[in-house]
Structures are given as structure tokens and as C-alpha cells.
């Protein structure tokens, strides 16, 4: 029975966060200040480090027994990357790390550091795809033959004759420009040594357990001397999952010094070496038969992974994703692909909300566009001629999409559109020389996902599954300690609603611990949109657990069958009578009255869950109006038909939609971190990386389906990424129906106003 | 000395010293926060002589002597300010970290004219940036709070 589950109940987080009480890592005090000295040139070898007098400045040569960063895929053709934490003899991006000041003040740490000379013999680096894969290009690895460090190839049995046999071959190449995350918290990091020798590790984390073993690893420490906190992190978008060298150095220095150490990122080091991502290139080619429908499909993906590798997910994540997920929502058969990822002299690439998904989703909704533009075909046509219909349906890569809605979903968002009426108004808008256009994107979102997944990408940290530990107290109040981490999710909220629908009290009794290694369990954090269904489905188990163990004791305080006791609203019942009992009272026999009952004493229950993973689906359908004099682009209206399985507090669901659609109108319309060519990064504040305002970002019109699917026992979905991954490709279709009098093209994010007026001058010469 | 919230703070600060900077570390009110240091985000907004201000662009030594307004002070003890219940009951926020800007500055207009209309609302909104929310439901409680305030000014 669901009292709580399904309900816009008001979130646990938010009294604390407007009041100004949330607790920031940048929050916290500090004895000392580190700030880190960067390297201004892209590709060098450091000769000397001259930091002024009597300052403290550790480089590399300081950090003995210090293991470099190498996260490994257990891949024949990945080439495991070092990164080592300062600066070994070469420095690989702008931004990349030399060395490290302490100060007794913030400002006072970047003084001494301005003063730090660097004495660095710049090379020629390689900034692009096409210039790091050139037979002469220098390799940014010493001992690597090539800069490709990954390499995946496939082809299915059958795609050669598909091909052959196909009506026509349609192509598109699409370019997704760099992006980042951007978080309006940046990173920060406070280690604070106790006289116990144990440090204390605060930062602004998605996978607080996995930060601690992987520091301890690196420092050659016992994990148990170090605990990490995550306490309100202000956003991650998966820049905070993977593991920043700079945390590492913080602790080092708190060992080191024996004190207090903080670190806060400003927005320029954030940009300039926080984690990127995005920057891949994918063409692809689809083979159709007569009838419009997509018999073979080919890929071909180059992915920029910049100068390191992140980890946990190492280089290969970009790549591999676009290689193993490229098909999408489409009922293709053959398929063959390839994908490399290529290092280069730029800030390494690491998930960002959707990974490569965005740019894939783009790639292969600009396909499905000129492919029914090439049949005469609207472009909903063709999707309903190529969307997956029967479930469970392998993909030509082995992944098992579960019972959906794809074809229902756009349908739904298709009556909401009227496209016929805008379709009139778009014709007669043209005579006043308006061009308005419109885009669908449909998408599914692989969430939810269990080691097994990260089993099959052969990490060599195989992430998944998570664990809860439930323990009701003596007063009846719950605590749920989680492996996960939330940033903005709200799970403390929405897991509270799973628990106390299971357990049969109100959530305002649950407390959901998270976010600090001394008092969760080991588990993965947040991230990969996984962290409703995986923890919450660990949430549901234990807490039907001890809805079990309540019923049992409550049966012998009632002295009833077991299997006539409810227990709802905190008071247990005997069905059909007037005979209860509160739950907390039987909370406190259980742990004061312990002997009367055949139980262990006290009421603790943990569960783990480790699901094999589950797709949610959507289309987005935006109405643009592009100036084809000043080449600005308007959004007029944005539509989301979303199934994400049961929603268990829609406000928050609507909230993430709401989020990813605003991050992905950015990716496709204004957002991009640009270098020269020498390697020079040129966005390094918010004034020239053009994050969008209220103004760029229009009110959503949401709609949901609820298909309820057994890969996830809460029967909710993930949905975390979806908005970001439909956006930019429904965005990027409805510029392209907008130029289509002008015969004008545009495959490339962001569509800049540069890029239109590019293509609108392409097309007319 | 700083008039923050009505307490006085007397603080020591070098002259480059930003007012955000000393409101979280000389001052210990942490609920303003930095997001950018170059004046684009609006995290730090707080309100000075009753002006909405960016206080990573204010040195503390200009606003000597002015009242000071930070988000530890909007709300009435116990009793939030309309802004804040709106803010929660139309998830203006997500992750909450650029909430206190977003609530100041909104504090800060709608204390001078609770009748801004929706385009009035729409502009002061995008003075600042959020990442999570994609922003309507900013709007939906500027918009609640403003009615709010028009009833009980
Ligand atoms: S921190 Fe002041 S505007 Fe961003
Ligand atoms: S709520 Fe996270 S930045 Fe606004």
C-alpha cells in the first residue's frame, strides 16, 4: 500500500538550505590554505621551480612513496594513462598541476604561488583529434605508440549483406564541442589531522567511500586513518565523481604538516581543470530498406579524452558509452562500429550528466531527420517505423532494454505538440520571413545499473551495487545509513517516502544518513542516475525486513497471528479490531523488553541490491525561432513526454527534468570551452563559458507515463540524465527545420550564432 | 565594524579583503556564498543599505558603517520569510547552494515593490545562475512571495 510514495511531499533538505545553515566544505575553517601553482603552458618540460624565499611549496620531488593516478580497464586495447599528482618531468595541459603553496589565508597561499617561477620548456602540443591521430603527431604519453587509448571495434554477422541489400544510406557527422559541468559550488577539499593520526577528509564528493580507498591507495595509508565527508555539495553533474589529484595532495599535506588544511577551487581552475567532457566527433551511417526502416547502422566515434583519465571510469568511458549505446531506442539489427579515444594536451574528459549520450542522441536523431527528409517522410514518421515496440529487446551490443513506452511516449508528446497546427503557422510564418522550426528527440536512458554493467566495461573498479543499513531506535524513529551520495537529489526526502510506506509510519521519522564513511556502509555514491532505484531498492528491502520483524514482535505483544497484524500511520493493528499497538512501543521492547521475544535484540536490518539495470525513456519536442539576420535562436516552447517507471515524489522528478533540460539547451545552444591553437584556454570565467539565465531557459511542459517494470523493485526508473541527453538533439532538429528554406544545415553543438551564420553562408554559396 | 543582520561584528580585514569573504570567515556566516568571484554568478548576494549587491565585488571596508543583510537574517526566528517558504514549496532549489543569493536578491526588490510583474520578475531572476533548476520554479516563488508580501505590506 502506498500512503507516501507517489506524493509531491515538501523535501527534508530544504528547511536548513534557506535559512543559509546548509555545511559547505568551503564552510569550514582552515590553519593552513593550500593553493596550487598550474602549468600556463599546454606541453612542457618542467626545468626548474623557483618558489620565493622561506614559503613552503611542495612539488614533485616531495611526494616520495606517492603513487600516480591509473585507473585501469581490463581491455586488451586500452592503454592504461599515469597521472602522476604534481607534475613529474612534463606538464600535459593548461592547468595541469606542479606544484603546491600553503598560506595561512586563501589570499595569501595565491600571493606566494604568483610568485612561484616555472622555469618550463614549451612543446608543440596537440589539441584535436585530427592532429593528435596525424602520423607525425607527437605521442602525449612518453611509451605510448600512438595517442588512441582505446580502441573498440565491432561488427554483427549479418551487417554487410543488410547494407547491401538496404533502399539507400543515409550519413550525418556530428560535432559535440567541449563541455563541463560546471556546478555553481566548485571543488574544495579540508583535511584535518587529529592527534590520533587519523585525518578527516571533507570535499565535495559524489563517491565519498571510493575517494577514501583510492587516496589511502595512492598515500600508501590505512583506510581506517582516513575518513571522508561529504556534506552539502553543491551540485556534481559528475565532475565531483571522479577523483581530483588535488584531494589527494590536501591529505598528503594534513599528514604532512600534522594540521588543517583547506582548498577552495576558484571558478577559473574549475574551468580551466575541473573535469571536461564532450568533445567527440561521431559519424554515422544508416542503411534503410524501402520502407524506412533502419536495417544497419554504422558508427564511427572519436572522442577528445584530454591530457588524464579519470577515475574511476578511466579514459574510456566517453568512447565505450557511444560504442556500446549508439543504437538507441531503434529496433536495428546490424550494427558495426568503431570508437577510439584520443588523448591530447587538454584537461581530461569525465562524465558529465549524460555522458556521451547527448552527443550520441544527437547523432543519431540528425540520422533519423535527413533519412525521412531523403523518404519524404515527417520525422515522426520514421520513428514510429523504427522505435523498439516489443520488450525485453537485445541491442546489436547485448543490452537488455526492459518493458518501456518508447513508441506510446512520443505519441503522448506528439498530441500535446499539434504539430499539424504549428506546421501551418511555420508556413505562414515564412512570408513574413519568420522561420520557426521544430525537433523531436526520442531517447532511452540506461539507469539503474548494477556491477554486472560495469563488470561487462572491464573496470577495474567495478561499481554497482549498494547497501543500506535500516536500524529503527528505542524511540521508533528510523535511520537509514546509505552508501549513496545525493548533491541536489533530494533522497532524503524520496527514500524516506520508500521506507515509510514499507515500514507503515509517516517519512518525517526517517532520517537518511549519507555522505561520510565513518557512519554509511561502503557503497558508490551518486551518480549515473542510479542512486533512487539501486539505493532506494536496498531502502524497500530492509525496510520491508523489518516491517517483517515489527509484525513478528507486534504479534506477540498483541498476542495475534503474525499474518493479521498492519502496521500503518506508527500504530500496529490487528486486522479488523480495535486492538494495537504503537510502533514505537514496539521499537522499545525491542530493545528493552528483548528477552520476550525469540528475536535478536535491538531492531537493525541491512539490505543490498545490485540490479542489472533499467531503461527510462522520452521525447522531447522543441519549437525554435531562429533570426536568420543576427542568427539568435529562441526557444517558444519545450515539451517533455518522460517514463520513468512509478514516480515516488513527482515535484522532485520534474525538478530533475527541469534541471537536465536547462543544462541540455545550454550544451546545444550556448555553452563550449574553447582553446587556441596553442593550447591557451579561452574560457576561464562564467562571462566567456555562457552558462544560461531565466531568460534562455522556457517553462517545460512535462508529461509522464508510469510503465512499471521488474528491473527495478521500487518500480521507478532512473532519470537523472534524460533531460540533458534529449535536449540538445530535439534543440539542434528544430534549428535545422528552421533553416530548412535556406537549404542551410547544422550538425555541430553548441549551434552558436557563429555556426548558424556559417551554415546559412555554406548554403548559399 | 560590520552591521550584519543588527549584531555588530568588529573585524580586522586587509583593504583587498572582498565583503563575501569576510562575512564567511571573519564573521562566521557562511550562508553566503561564492560561486564565481568575478560577479556573474549571484551567489553571494546580499543587501547592503538596502541594495541587493554582489559581496565578491564589495570590498568589506565599503560597506563599513551599512546595514548589512544576509540570508542568516531573512528569516523571523522561527517563522521563514514568504520567500523562504516559497522557495521550498516550489523546489526553488536542488542542491541549495545558490539559494541565498537568489533569496536576497529577490528579498531586496520585492521589499521595495511587491508588485514587479512577471517580465520585471523574469529579469531580476536571471541576475543570477542556478544549475540544477533550470529556473521556473525560481520564478514560481518569486512570484508566490510577491504575492505573499503584497498582502501582508
Ligand atoms: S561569487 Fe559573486 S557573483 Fe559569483
Ligand atoms: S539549486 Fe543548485 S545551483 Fe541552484
Known amino acids: 500500500m502506498t500512503t507516501w510514495v507517489g506524493r509531491s511531499i515538501r523535501r527534508f533538505e530544504d528547511p536548513a538550505l534557506v535559512r543559509g545553515q546548509g555545511r559547505f566544505t568551503a564552510d569550514l575553517p582552515a590553519a593552513r590554505w593550500v593553493r596550487f601553482v598550474r602549468s600556463p603552458v599546454a606541453s612542457g618540460l618542467v626545468e626548474r621551480i623557483t618558489p620565493p624565499a622561506g614559503s613552503v611549496c611542495i612539488t614533485h620531488a616531495d611526494l616520495v612513496g606517492v603513487r600516480p593516478i591509473k585507473p585501469m580497464l581490463d581491455r586488451f586495447d586500452y592503454v592504461p594513462i599515469e597521472q602522476p599528482l604534481l607534475a613529474k618531468a612534463c606538464v600535459r595541459y593548461v592547468g595541469d598541476l606542479v606544484a603546491a603553496v600553503l598560506g595561512t589565508t586563501a589570499a595569501d597561499a595565491e600571493d ?26 607527437p605521442v602525449v604519453h612518453a611509451g605510448m605508440s600512438d595517442n588512441i587509448v582505446v580502441r573498440a571495434q565491432m561488427c554483427t554477422p549479418g551487417h554487410a549483406q543488410a547494407w547491401a541489400a538496404a533502399d539507400r544510406i543515409i550519413d550525418c557527422d556530428i560535432r559535440s564541442h567541449r563541455q563541463s559541468g560546471q556546478p555553481i559550488e566548485a571543488r574544495a577539499a579540508h583535511a584535518a589531522w587529529d592527534s590520533s593520526g587519523r585525518v578527516t577528509l571533507t570535499c565535495t564528493a559524489q563517491m565519498p567511500h571510493l575517494m577514501r580507498t583510492a587516496i589511502a591507495d595512492l598515500l600508501d595509508m590505512p583506510e581506517a586513518d582516513l575518513r571522508v565527508v561529504a556534506p552539502d555539495v553543491g551540485g556534481g553533474f559528475g565532475q565531483k565523481m571522479s577523483l581530483a589529484p588535488e584531494y589527494a595532495l590536501v591529505v598528503w599535506l594534513a599528514r604532512k604538516f600534522r594540521t588543517s588544511i583547506a582548498w577552495v577551487e576558484d571558478r577559473r581552475e574549475n574551468l580551466m581543470a575541473s573535469f571536461h567532457s564532450r568533445d567527440l566527433a561521431i559519424s554515422v ?8 526502416r ?8 572519436l572522442a577528445n579524452v584530454g591530457a588524464y583519465a579519470p577515475y574511476p571510469n578511466t579514459a574510456a568511458v566517453e568512447p565505450l558509452m557511444s560504442f556500446a549505446e549508439l543504437p538507441g531506442p531503434y529496433a536495428v539489427a546490424e550494427y558495426a562500429c568503431l570508437a577510439r579515444g584520443v588523448v591530447t594536451n587538454t584537461c581530461a574528459s569525465a562524465p558529465y550528466r549524460g555522458v556521451s549520450r547527448p552527443a550520441l542522441t544527437l547523432a543519431m536523431e540528425r540520422l533519423m531527420d535527413k533519412a525521412a527528409r531523403s523518404f519524404g517522410l515527417l520525422p515522426e514518421e520514421i520513428r514510429r517505423r523504427n522505435l523498439v515496440q516489443q520488450f525485453p529487446h537485445t541491442s546489436p551490443t547485448g543490452l537488455i532494454y526492459d518493458t518501456a513506452s518508447y513508441r506510446e511516449t512520443m505519441e503522448l508528446a506528439l498530441r500535446v505538440a499539434d504539430l499539424t497546427r504549428f506546421r501551418q503557422r511555420q508556413v505562414t510564418a515564412r512570408v513574413e520571413k519568420r522561420y520557426l522550426g521544430v525537433g523531436i528527440a526520442t531517447f532511452c536512458e540506461r539507469t539503474g545499473y548494477g556491477s554486472p554493467a560495469f563488470a561487462a566495461r572491464g573496470m577495474g573498479v567495478t561499481p554497482g551495487w549498494e547497501t543500506v543499513q535500516l536500524a529503527m531506535d528505542p524511540s521508533g524513529f528510523v535511520e537509514a545509513r546509505i552508501g549513496a551520495s545525493p548533491h541536489g537529489q533530494g533522497l532524503r526526502t524520496t527514500l524516506a517516502q520508500i521506507i515509510a ?26 551518480f549515473a542516475s542510479r542512486s533512487l532505484v539501486i539505493s532506494g531498492g536496498a531502502c524497500l528491502i530492509a525496510a520491508q525486513q523489518l516491517h517483517t520483524r515489527l509484525c513478528r514482535v507486534a504479534s506477540i505483544m498483541l498476542e495475534a497471528a503474525e499474518a493479521d497484524i498492519e502496521l500503518r500511520d506508527g500504530i500496529a493493528r490487528v486486522a479488523g479490531t480495535d486492538r494495537t499497538i504503537a510502533i514505537a512501543d514496539i521499537a522499545r521492547a525491542s530493545y528493552h523488553g528483548a528477552h520476550r521475544f525469540a528475536e535478536s535484540p535491538g531492531l537493525q536490518e541491512t539490505a543490498s541490491y545490485d540490479p542489472l539495470g533499467t531503461f527510462s525513456n522520452a521525447t522531447h519536442i522543441a519549437f525554435v525561432d531562429v533570426d536568420v539576420e543576427t542568427c539568435a535562436v529562441r526557444i517558444e516552447r519545450f515539451i517533455v513526454a518522460e517514463d520513468a517507471g512509478r514516480l515516488i515524489n513527482p515535484m522532485i522528478v520534474d525538478g530533475q527534468i527541469r534541471g537536465g533540460v536547462a543544462q541540455g539547451i545550454a550544451n546545444a545552444l550556448y555553452e563550449e570551452i574553447v582553446y587556441d ?11 566567456d563559458f555562457l552558462m544560461p539565465t531565466a531568460h534562455e531557459i522556457p517553462p517545460l511542459e512535462i508529461h509522464h507515463l508510469e510503465t512499471l517494470s521488474d528491473a ?10 534524460g533531460g540533458t541527453i534529449g535536449a540538445p538533439a530535439a534543440v539542434l532538429n528544430a534549428i535545422n527545420d528552421a533553416l530548412q528554406p535556406f537549404g542551410a544545415e547544422l550538425d555541430a553543438m553548441p549551434a552558436t550564432p557563429l555556426r548558424i551564420h556559417d551554415a546559412l553562408r555554406a548554403a548559399r554559396t | 565594524m560590520l552591521h550584519v ?21 571573519d564573521c562566521g556566516l557562511t550562508g553566503t556564498h ?38 542568516e537574517g531573512l528569516a523571523c526566528g522561527d517563522i521563514l520569510h514568504p520567500l523562504q517558504e516559497a522557495f521550498i514549496a516550489h523546489h526553488g532549489l536542488q542542491c541549495g547552494f545558490c539559494t541565498p543569493g537568489f533569496l536576497m536578491l529577490a528579498a531586496a526588490a520585492l521589499e521595495q515593490d511587491a508588485w514587479l510583474d512577471d517580465a520585471a520578475i523574469l529579469d531580476l531572476v536571471s541576475s543570477n545562475l542556478c544549475r540544477c533548476t533550470g529556473y521556473q520554479t525560481i520564478l514560481a516563488a518569486v512570484k508566490a512571495a510577491a504575492i505573499v508580501m503584497r498582502e501582508e505590506a
Open chain 1, 112 to 137: 606566494i604561488a604568483d610568485q612561484v617561477l616555472l622555469d618550463i620548456t614549451a612543446l608543440q602540443p596537440v589539441m584535436d583529434t585530427p592532429s593528435a591521430l596525424a602520423e607525425d603527431a
Open chain 1, 285 to 292: 551511417q544508416g542503411a534503410f530498406d524501402a520502407q524506412a
Open chain 1, 294 to 301: 533502419l536495417v544497419a547502422l554504422s558508427g564511427d566515434v
Open chain 1, 501 to 526: 510506506d514499507a515500514v507503515g509510519i509517516v517519512p518525517e521519522r526517517v532520517r537518511i544518513i549519507h555522505g561520510d564513511t565513518d557512519r554509511t556502509p561502503y557503497g558508490w555514491g551518486t
Open chain 1, 677 to 687: 591553437e596553442h593550447g591557451d584556454i579561452l574560457t576561464t570565467t562564467l562571462a
Open chain 1, 712 to 721: 527495478s523493485i521500487i518500480g521507478a526508473k532512473g532519470l537523472g540524465e
Open chain 2, 5 to 25: 543582520n543588527g549584531v555588530d561584528h568588529l573585524v580586522c580585514v586587509e583593504a583587498r579583503r572582498s565583503l563575501a569573504d569576510t562575512l564567511r570567515q
Open chain 2, 34 to 71: 561564492v560561486g564565481c568571484e568575478h560577479g556573474v554568478c549571484g551567489s553571494c548576494t546580499v543587501i547592503v543599505d538596502g541594495v541587493a549587491v554582489r559581496a565578491c565585488l564589495m570590498f568589506a571596508v565599503q560597506a563599513q558603517g551599512l546595514p548589512i543583510r544576509t540570508v
